[in-house]
């Protein structure tokens, strides 16, 4: 089950650029950075993640066309929901990569072409037990 929007990635093969430009935007620096792979800032009310990973990360070919974006949704069981996604159709996009402790992220195609992210994070069900 899709439990609620965790990360959205972006991707930029200049990540110094993008993080200037981003945090210029934002009004605020990035929180969390990984040295040549990827950058991330926390926003608005529920501190949703927005994050820019290195196009060589990327699991798709990001330069025919726009990059387009990545959203993840919080799961419970992520190899549980990969397998429920494959049993309906969808096609494996990137298989589950831990991103650091506690975040581990996949993604699939779904029939129609669209690309679904599902993740375990651990700052989504922080976010959710202040809540609670």
Do not use: C
Request: hydrophobic share 40%; aromatic share 14%; charged share 15%.
């Amino acid at each position: 089950m899709l439990r609620g929007l965790t990360t959205t990635t972006f991707f930029a093969d200049d990540l110094d650029a993008a993080s200037a430009w981003y945090s210029e935007f934002f009004g605020l620096q990035p929180y969390f950075r990984v040295p040549g792979g990827y950058i991330e800032w926390r926003l608005g009310d529920y501190q949703h993640e927005f994050g820019i990973v290195a196009t060589a990360h990327a699991p798709h070919d990001v330069h025919r066309g726009p990059a387009g974006a990545v959203t993840y949704w919080a799961v419970d069981d992520l190899q549980a929901t990969l397998d429920r996604l494959t049993a309906l159709g969808a096609r494996p996009h990137h298989p589950p990569t831990v991103r650091g402790e506690g975040f581990v992220t996949a993604s699939v195609v779904d029939p129609f072409g669209n690309v679904l992210g599902v993740m375990t994070n651990a700052h989504y069900f922080d976010v959710l037990g202040k809540r609670a």
